[in-house]
């Protein structure tokens, strides 16, 4: 057993990421791990570009509220404890909602290396007409 250092807070890419978002990385598994765990911080607004994963990807929201939509499906409203499955190779963004920061915990796993799959396949941009807060929520 061994402490892992805490690592620094990294920027999100512009070309990864619409608005201000952070991330930790929490967990990057050492063989034969492959578990990988961040904490992503959110500025109102602030979103992913549409992306896969190929283990699939499994957010845990902390804090705030937050918006997630598979392409094709509804936009879905996310608050604290609220735990959101998106399956492998399914295209998806998440983000904060127009009014309030979000944090969630991302944990997803690294494909084997034998596969040759990408870990994360990035996308556009989520436009502003796909990003919005679903009324009466």
Sequence with gaps: MHR?????????????FSGEVYFDVIAKGEEPSR??????RFAPCARTAWHT????QTLHVTDGIGLVQSRGGEVLVMRPG??????PDEWHWHGAAPDHFMTHLAMWEAPDPASGDAETTWGEHVTDAEYHYPEGQ
């Design 35 to 40: 578990l990988r765990v961040n904490t992503v």
């Design 82 to 87: 609220d735990t959101v499955y998106t399956p």
């Design 4 to 16: 892992i250092p805490n690592s620094n807070s990294t920027k999100g890419p512009a070309d990864f």
């Design 53 to 56: 994963h190929a283990c699939g």
